[in-house]
């Protein structure tokens, strides 16, 4: 079983830029996919960007194009969430989860997951 810490949240400015990481502990992640989810009070849970796995590709959310991305690092069993331009309407807590066996074209669903992190809060304000 695998548990997920998230950090790297924040309050910023429009524009800027900020990283988050997911840490992962109790197993390796190479067999997992691993998706970023957010969601903003009132509203439902988006999905991002999620990357296959064992490097099996990348999917991305109509909301992470062009400004966000998803990274691993297999030696640190860490998984990072990039996020530029950033803006207000990005506010929202910020969610990595895990998951094994999940096929491609079902990453955008949160339901596949098994595993999940805190959350970490991320503000866009001026």
Same mark, same amino acid.
């Given at each position: 079983q695998v548990q997920l810490v998230e950090s790297g949240g924040?309050?910023?400015q429009p524009g800027d830029s900020l990283r988050l990481s997911c840490a /992962?502990?109790?197993?390796?992640?190479?067999?997992?996919?691993i998706g970023w989810f957010r969601?903003?009070?009132?509203? %439902? @849970? %988006?999905?991002l960007?999620? #990357?296959h796995r064992n490097g099996g590709g990348i999917y991305s959310g109509d909301s992470a194009k062009g400004r966000f991305t998803i990274s691993r690092? @297999?030696?640190a069993n860490t998984v990072y969430l990039q996020?530029? #331009?950033?803006?207000? %309407?990005?506010? /929202?807590v910020y969610y990595c989860a895990a998951g094994r066996s999940i096929i491609y074209s079902s990453l955008p669903s949160? %339901?596949?997951?098994?595993?999940w992190g805190q959350g970490t809060q991320v503000t866009v304000s001026s």
């Open positions: 924040g309050m910023v /992962a502990s109790g197993d390796t992640l190479r067999p997992y996919a969601q903003a009070p009132g509203k %439902e @849970r %988006e999905f960007l999620a #990357s690092d @297999r030696n996020m530029n #331009s950033l803006r207000p %309407e990005d506010t /929202a949160w %339901e596949r997951y098994s595993y």
